[in-house]
């Protein structure tokens, strides 16, 4: 059940950080 939450908690971090990257190249460069 460990790894499970872990692996959640990390995917869902990664997964925001790519949607913070996204965000920043299309509207921190217009």
Same mark, same amino acid.
């Given at each position: 059940v460990a790894y499970?939450? =872990?692996g959640i *908690?990390? !995917?869902s971090i990664? =997964? &925001? *950080? &790519?949607i913070?990257?996204?965000f920043e190249n299309k509207w !921190?460069?217009?």
């Amino acid at each position: 059940v460990a790894y499970l939450v =872990i692996g959640i *908690f990390r !995917g869902s971090i990664t =997964i &925001n *950080f &790519n949607i913070r990257l996204e965000f920043e190249n299309k509207w !921190g460069k217009a």
